[in-house]
Nanobody, 126 residues
Framework: QVQLVESGGGLVQAGGSLRLSCAMS????????MGWFRQAPGKEREFVAA????????YYSDSVKGRFTISRDNAKNTVYLQMNSLKPEDTAVYYC???????????????????WGQGTQVTVSQ
């Protein structure tokens, strides 16, 4: 029933910016906490950023804090990830995820999420 579709990935130079979008269909976005995760080849999937159901609280990994911004527009059923000052280390497949029973304790944990998008590739060149 629930489908998440990411868009906005691509190839950018180090120091550049990119904005990812994730649109939900099948259910209203407002009942889900939303998160972004990423996975580089040969590495575990890691937490990037998350946002509470109302958008009042946000969470970031230390590696992206100050550079990335997560936001949501519940009226559009869409969550965003604005990525600035990109580094080659940010290269990965980025996944959008939805957490039906979200809380501050769950939003950084991939195992707590109920639905996942297909992923979008972000490549940062030197």
């Amino acid at each position: 029933q629930v489908q998440l579709v990411e868009s906005g990935g691509g190839l950018v130079q180090a120091g550049g910016s990119l904005r990812l979008s994730c649109a939900m269909s099948g259910r209203t976005l407002s009942i889900y906490g939303m998160g972004w995760f990423r996975q580089a080849p040969g590495k575990e999937r890691e937490f990037v950023a998350a946002i509470s159901r109302s958008g009042s609280s946000t969470y970031y990994s230390d590696s992206v804090k100050g550079r990335f911004t997560i936001s949501r527009d519940n009226a559009k059923n869409t969550v965003y990830l604005q990525m600035n000052s990109l580094k080659p280390e940010d290269t990965a497949v980025y996944y959008c995820a939805a957490d039906r029973w979200a809380s501050a304790a769950t939003l950084s944990q991939s195992n707590e999420y109920d639905y996942w998008g297909q992923g979008t590739q972000v490549t940062v060149s030197q």
